[in-house]
């Protein structure tokens, strides 16, 4: 890349992958993210919290 190129990045939340030096987005924003997991395999686990133990 460039002087050029490197300067039209100066002002954008940009950076560089260190091992193949293309660039990455660096979003400033805070993704919240909800999910559901099985826990079918601890169960016995969730169990014991619910029960304070």
């Not at 099985?38 to 619910?50: M, N, P, Q, V, Y």
Request: hydrophobic letters at 35%; proline letters at 6%.
């Amino acid at each position: 890349m460039s002087s050029n190129e490197n300067k039209d990045y100066e002002t954008m939340p940009i950076t560089f992958d260190k091992k193949l030096g293309l660039p990455l987005w660096k979003d400033v924003r805070t993704l919240p993210i909800k999910y559901t997991i099985a826990i079918s395999k601890i169960r016995e686990f969730f169990d014991g919290l619910e029960e304070g133990r």
